[in-house]
Nanobody, 116 residues
């Protein structure tokens, strides 16, 4: 069955960096665009970054442009999110996601906390 397993979250000081990873299984990973979402306490889940199936195209929400980089390794079935210059407002649970036939699939999420 489809599995998305995120890792790499944690507590980091403002200005610090983290690298999130998502290990995918149970589907043909290289056929699908992959996304990272996040959900902060009391807020709706929002799309953070998306990468095309072969990795040639990426897009980001404006608040993370220039700080976050999404990448993928289709040989290892992984998608990553490099987060630099982290801010307290980046604090959230981060989720890996893709859609197949209109159905979204989610991982369990990984907590990122940016605080001094």
């Amino acid at each position: 069955q489809v599995q998305l397993v995120e890792s790499g979250g944690g507590l980091v000081q403002p200005g610090g960096s983290l690298r999130l990873s998502c290990a995918a299984s149970g589907f043909t990973f290289s056929n699908y665009a992959m996304t990272w979402y996040r959900q902060a306490p009391g807020k709706e889940r929002e799309l953070v970054a998306v990468i095309s199936s072969v990795g040639g195209a990426t897009n980001y929400i404006s608040s993370v442009k220039g700080r976050f980089t999404i990448s993928r390794d289709n040989a290892k079935n992984t998608v990553s999110l490099q987060m630099n210059s982290l801010k307290p407002e980046d604090t959230a649970v981060y989720y890996c996601n893709f859609q197949r036939s209109g159905m979204p699939y989610w991982g369990q999420g990984t907590q990122v906390t940016v605080s001094s």
